[in-house]
Every structure is written in C-alpha cells, then in structure tokens.
C-alpha cells in the first residue's frame, strides 16, 4: 500500500535556525510530490511540485528536494510567521492523492 | 483570479441528519477533489470528479457521495450522519486530472 511518513511530528526551532523536514514515501510511478502549508483553521496552501528525483524548488526561504525515496522541504533563517503545518503528499499513477500527518513547525522569535 | 470558495463555512447538525457542502473551483479549474480532515486521521481522500464524471473514490462508505456540474461546481452529500463525521472537509481543484490541486477554506462541520 502507498505511504506517506512524514518526520518529525512537531519542530521547534529558534527565529533564524534553520532546518529540515522529511517526507518519505513508497508509491511505484511517483506522478507528483505536492508540500502544502496549512495554517489553523485554513485550508492547505499550495508551495512545491516536484516530478522526477534530482529536482528541487525554492521560494523565498523554503527550498523542496526530491529524491527516489524522500523529500526535503529546507527552511532557511525561518521566521515567526512560518509557523504551520507543512504536508506532503504523494500522487501515485491512478491519480491517488496520499497525505502525509504533516509535521508541526514552530519558529519562536 | 478567485480561489476555491466552499460553502458553509461552519455546520452544526445532529446524528442521523443529512448535509449537503457546496465547493465552487477556481475559474478555468475542471477537477474538484473532496478531502475529509480531522486530527485523528489527517487528510483523507473521499472522491474526485472531474467534467461531471466522479473518476476516483477514497475508501469511504457509502452515505458520503458528491456530484459536479457543468459549470465544474462541486456538492457532496453525507447521510445519516455520525458523531464521528465531525471534521473539516476540504474542496479542492485543479485544472486536470494530474495537475496541481488547490484548496479552499474548508467547511467545518460538528455532528452532535
């Protein structure tokens, strides 16, 4: 069965400390990988779509990364208001969306 | 260009009642997904449509079900509701099949 695992669960970090978050996944003839963000309350807002291992994308301090196995979505020097749930999700052959629990990011100032 | 819009944003109903949730895509966007969102769960796929021809289900049961019109508006329907269908449902589009899914607000719905 396709899976989405998302680490860690919950991130805290320090205003300007940078780090990653991890997507890893098992789905044969990958179609897309998707990273949303959701605030509270609010529905996902889409950031990355990444297709084929080897490709990345960036937007302002995010950057998403793929590989055969896993994604990264790096957030440099991140700030307060980048706090949020970030998912990812898969996109197998049949078209299947498949989310990942996400992972809680905090930023303190 | 307008985003997703979802129609309620908030619901109360009792078990045993029916609801009806209305999604209008982004303009130009043909698929309209519905996903069911709670804390437990995360987010769970319930159907797609796409040029009014529901073209994938998610594996729930039979009392959720949706339509879509010619106009690629969106409704989807829960019967005989149950305390544990309390959840935020998530419409959301895309120009294809394949493409990009955007979402909207979401509806927040509470079974009592």
């Known amino acids: 069965e396709d899976q989405v695992t998302q680490s860690p669960e919950a991130l805290r970090l320090q205003e300007g400390e940078s780090s990653s978050l991890n997507c890893s996944y098992t789905?044969?003839?990958?179609?897309?990988l998707f990273w949303y963000r959701q605030d509270p309350g609010k529905g996902p807002e889409f950031l990355f779509t990444?297709?084929?291992a080897g490709e990345e994308k960036e937007k302002e301090r995010l950057k998403a990364t793929l590989t055969k196995k896993e994604s990264f979505l790096h957030i440099t020097a991140p700030k307060p208001e980048d706090s949020a749930t970030y998912l990812c999700?898969?996109?197998?052959?049949?078209?299947?969306?498949?989310f990942g629990a996400g992972t809680r990011l905090t930023v303190k100032p | 260009k307008a985003g997703v819009t979802q129609t309620p944003r908030y619901l109360i109903k009792t078990r045993g009642q029916q609801v009806t949730l209305s999604c209008s895509p982004i303009?130009?966007?043909?698929?309209v997904s519905w996903y069911q969102q709670t804390p437990g769960q995360g987010l769970q796929f319930l159907f797609e449509?796409?040029?009014?021809?529901?073209?994938n289900k998610g594996n729930f049961p039979g009392r959720f079900s949706g339509r879509q019109f010619s106009n690629s508006r969106s409704e989807m329907n829960v019967s005989t509701l149950e305390l544990g269908d309390s959840a935020l449902y998530l419409c959301?589009?895309?120009?294809?099949?394949?493409?990009?899914?955007?979402f909207g607000p979401g509806t927040r719905l509470l079974v009592l």
């Open positions: 449509y796409f040029s009014e021809t529901q073209r």
């Open positions: 990444l297709y084929s």
């Open positions: 959301a589009s895309s120009l294809a099949l394949e493409k990009t899914q955007y």
């Open positions: 303009s130009g966007h043909r698929s």
């Open positions: 999700a898969v996109q197998a052959p049949n078209n299947d969306m498949r």
């Open positions: 789905v044969s003839g990958l179609r897309g």
